[in-house]
């Protein structure tokens, strides 16, 4: 089966913009058969032009894996953007009423503070740490390698730290990836200290003059106490310029519950999130940054190292609403 990437968000936003249109169209025939055509040159859109159609739309994106705060955040923005606007007779409602989503949508994507990472690594002083946190499987290791990838070709030097020392394989599988990038690996034994492995890959950065410190951790639940004590030590001991949580988007709600957790004990500047292109719901993509408040960095569209793309709101809506008609 081929999944259609946020295919579910597309429908369900699509359908709801057809539905009122359709209440808006009905008003304007009323109108018509009243003869007041002559008078009027405008239909207002009114809540009750909207409501049931809301009301279906909150439902159908909880089920979409759209975060509770945000799916009635969304309402109240579209609602807002809907309700008293005047719509010229015999004109297309559907546009209309698209820019209002469309408008809603791009407010709950866009973080109170936008980050340029190129620039923000220019401006550090060298090395510039970036610490990468999440849960078990959430393709944290691969998109180290796709980041340190991103990073060289924009011409900057990077080192990564095998600080998994949890996980059997997990530095083998980390060098393999290294290997193919290009980039070198700091690596302890398995069970070694992960601060300490940490903390040599920054001095191997410092001593070489290499601009950028990727850490590697194990996978971690935030119901593991142990894991996330060691989590926060780390920090502490390499003071990461970035925490960067990893999610798997198709875990959905899931791992927006999980960056909420692991934002208590690190506090989180920024996420990735992989596999959207497998993720036809889309509701994580949609809630994560808005519920901690950190902004979407990259998303992992596919398991190669060119698949990693720099978060974009308007690349995201236009996924689910098409492109901005001029
Ligand atoms: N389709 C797709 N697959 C991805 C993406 N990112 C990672 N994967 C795949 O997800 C799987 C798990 O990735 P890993 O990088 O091994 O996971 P991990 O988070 O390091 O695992 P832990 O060490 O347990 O934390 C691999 O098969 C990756 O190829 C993506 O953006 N799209």
Do not use: C
């Not at 791009?106 to 190129?118: A, F, G, S």
């Not at 990077?158 to 020392?165: G, R």
Request: net charge negative.
């Amino acid at each position: 089966m081929v999944v259609e990437m946020l295919g579910k968000l597309k429908e369900k936003l699509q359908s709801f913009i057809r539905r009122v249109e359709e209440n808006v169209e009905k008003e304007e025939d009323e109108a018509k058969k009243k003869g007041l055509l002559d008078k009027i040159l405008m239909i207002e859109i009114k809540e009750k032009d909207i409501e049931e159609a809301l009301e279906d739309l909150e439902l159908e994106l909880l089920e979409a894996d759209v975060a509770l705060e945000v799916v009635d955040e969304l309402k109240d923005r579209i609602k807002r953007n809907l309700v008293g606007k005047k719509v010229r007779i015999g004109t297309n409602k559907e546009k209309i009423i698209e820019e209002a989503v469309r408008k809603a949508v791009l407010e709950i994507l866009t973080p109170e503070k936008k980050m340029d990472l190129l620039e923000e690594i220019k401006k550090a002083e060298k090395p510039y740490v970036i610490l990468f946190v999440g849960f078990n499987g959430s393709g944290k290791t691969t998109t180290i390698a796709k980041l340190a990838h991103w990073l060289k070709k924009n011409g900057f030097s990077v080192v990564i730290a095998a600080s998994d020392t949890f996980r059997a394989g997990a530095i083998e599988q980390l060098e393999e990836h290294a290997k193919k990038v290009g980039v070198k690996v700091i690596k302890h034994k398995y069970g070694a200290d992960p601060a300490a492995v940490a903390y040599d890959a920054i001095q191997h950065a410092k001593a070489r003059g290499i601009d950028v410190v990727l850490i590697d951790t194990a996978g971690r639940s935030e119901t593991n106490r142990n894991l996330m004590d060691e989590m926060k030590k780390i920090a502490r001991v390499t003071k990461p310029n970035l925490v960067i949580f990893v999610g798997d988007s198709l875990a959905g709600n899931a791992i927006v519950e999980q960056a909420r957790q692991f934002n208590q004990a690190v506090k989180i500047d920024g996420v990735i999130l992989t596999k959207l292109d497998a993720d036809a719901r889309g509701g994580a993509a949609l809630s994560i940054s808005h519920v901690i408040n950190a902004p979407i960095l990259f998303v992992g569209i596919g398991q190669g190292y060119e698949d990693l793309i720099p978060f974009d709101e308007r690349w995201f809506v236009e996924k689910i609403l098409g492109e901005e008609s001029a």
